[in-house]
């Protein structure tokens, strides 16, 4: 009979639970403090849980759970940086658990079943302008506490940077398509080719006439930037933004026609962050028999998450760092080439934007196509009354993501700039919650989401190693997409090495210990203590005899 487990040297490993061959023990993990992957996460996604959940076999439970914090884990699953796994404790086993597959895992078990639509608790219709991540977000929970939502996109389909600005091939048209469909059966209305601002199709003030009591803009960051550089005004250039848009034209994901672009030419994409990967990789699926990044940072201080810039010397991409763009070249009318510098310095001392170029260290790099892919702002035109952080980022409320109007709320990359997609849902679960708040006449500030510490005791001592399962690359046609995500198996088995950090293991079922002492024997912690006896003898009269 297990005797004790003692709390204090319990790390909530699960070891207990995932080695008892009669089920007697479960863990508890709704605890005070946090595990390293949540705390890591933008969104506060409560991985613990989920893993310990489909630990038990219950996937229903688990996909429930990591909608609680995130409504699109098949899209986050698919494109997140996955910071969470950099903290993950079980890379100090041997490799972090592959948080991104279980996420992209429960994203597609749920994706294609249409929630039931919650009743229409509240009369006042709220809008939202944008639908990217923020403006989904936000829709969604205020479609799921029973608000009326109508969301405005300003090009011809739902789905805003996930739709237009990321290739099929990492994030597919039919996996947003479907997210769209969720937000339609919740009740969500999509107006598209409808911009909203004073310069746009609807006002803000046309809005509140319209019988809208508040308004989430999360119009993103939709302009690329430009270089300023001589001959960028070449035809065979191109920016970043507008050219992955001309490409994700189609919806069925092949590839529209862009006017002016050279199949089977060479491209050079300028930049080194995830747009200018996708741009690159993008360009090459389109036909270019030669594509080369370049870039002022170091390959290794490149801006773009690492798998990416894999993903793009798989697909034949060849980098040059170190480099920065001094002029297009012309030929014919039409750009020839790209003239570049070395770069020295890509940040003062400060830390602040400041290139600093070897004038005398110069070359010349054949092209038929440039692509400049340096960055992106939103266009803020559209408010010219509303306060601003920064020429291209609105100001708000950290909170509460007030602007500086009372009922117009702002969130995602037009706040902060270019962000994750992950970081963009919590701005406009955020924003969801302080509209809810206004027209409910509550206090925006009061009661928001409480922090939480990081759980100290953490597990990793004599934990057995145990294989990472990843997704499996696949030889994909076009841009379809180049990931198989995990079956029933890969993921039961890659939840399996999670170590729940943090939990508590509690003993459910004592009645069925068989004292084995496999538990006692397999606790790395040495946190469980098994009584040599499962129970006293019972009171017989063959046993008392004598006794009285």
């Avoid at 290739?167 to 080719?193: D, H, K, W």
Wanted: charged fraction near 25%.
């Amino acid at each position: 009979m297990i005797h004790v487990i003692d709390s204090s040297k319990c790390t909530g490993c699960g070891t207990c639970f995932k080695t008892c061959g009669l089920d007697v023990f479960r863990l508890d993990t709704n605890q005070p403090t946090l595990s390293p992957c949540a705390a890591a996460c933008p969104a506060g996604t409560d991985m613990r849980a989920c893993n310990y959940l489909l630990q038990q076999g219950k996937r229903e439970e688990a996909a429930q759970k990591i909608l609680e914090k995130n409504p699109f884990p098949a899209i986050t699953g698919r494109v997140c940086p996955h910071t969470c796994e950099a903290e993950c404790s079980r890379a100090r086993v041997d490799s972090a658990v592959n948080i991104n597959a279980l996420e992209q895992y429960l994203g597609d078990f749920t994706l294609n079943d249409l929630p039931e639509k919650p009743a229409v608790r509240h009369v006042h219709k709220v809008a939202v302008a944008g639908s990217g991540p923020a403006g989904l977000s936000c829709a969604w929970y205020l479609a799921m506490a029973g608000h009326p939502v109508t969301v405005f996109e300003a090009l011809p389909e739902p789905g805003g940077m996930l739709r237009w600005g990321i290739p099929a091939y990492r994030l597919p048209t039919a996996v947003v398509e479907a997210q769209i469909a969720r937000l339609r059966s919740l009740g969500v209305n999509f107006v598209c080719n409808t911009t909203i601002g004073d310069n746009g199709d609807i006002s803000l003030e046309e809005l509140k006439k319209r019988g809208f009591k508040a308004v989430c803009l999360a119009v993103g960051a939709s302009v690329s930037r430009r270089a300023g550089i001589a001959g960028e005004e070449l035809p065979g250039v191109f920016h970043g933004l507008e050219f992955l848009r001309a490409a994700r034209a189609n919806r069925d994901d092949t590839p529209g026609d862009i006017p002016g672009f050279p199949r089977g030419g060479r491209v050079v994409v300028i930049g080194g962050g995830d747009v200018a990967v996708d741009a690159a990789i993008t360009a090459g699926k389109l036909g270019a028999s030669e594509v080369t990044m370049i870039c002022l940072e170091q390959k290794d201080a490149m801006p773009a998450f690492r798998h990416n810039v894999e993903d793009a010397e798989r697909e034949g991409v060849s980098i040059l760092a170190g480099w920065g763009p001094a002029k297009v070249l012309e030929g014919e009318g039409r750009t020839s080439g790209l003239r570049i510098r070395r770069c020295l310095r890509v940040w003062d001392e400060e830390h602040r934007f400041s290139p600093e170029f070897e004038e005398t260290d110069v070359r010349d790099v054949p092209a038929d196509a440039v692509i400049f892919a340096i960055g992106q702002a939103g266009d803020l035109s559209f408010f010219p009354t509303l306060e601003k952080a920064s020429p291209t980022r609105l100001a708000v409320d950290s909170a509460t993501m007030n602007t500086s109007v009372w009922n117009v709320f702002a969130a995602g990359d037009a706040v902060t700039g270019p962000a994750s997609v992950i970081k963009a849902v919590r701005a406009g679960r955020e924003a969801a919650v302080s509209m809810a708040r206004l027209l409910m006449g509550a206090h925006l500030h009061s009661e928001r989401e409480e922090t939480r510490p990081l759980a100290e005791n953490l597990p990793g001592e004599g934990i057995r190693p145990a294989p990472r399962q990843e997704r499996t690359l696949i030889e994909a046609e076009g841009f379809a997409e180049n990931r198989r995500g995990f079956d029933d198996i890969d993921a039961f088995s890659e939840s399996m090495r999670c170590m729940t950090c943090g939990a508590r293991a509690r003993v459910a079922f004592r009645d069925d210990c068989m004292t084995c002492f496999f538990c006692e024997l397999n606790c790395p912690s040495g946190a469980i203590n098994v009584h040599p006896f499962k129970e006293r003898l019972p009171l017989t009269l063959e046993s008392n005899i004598g006794g009285f």
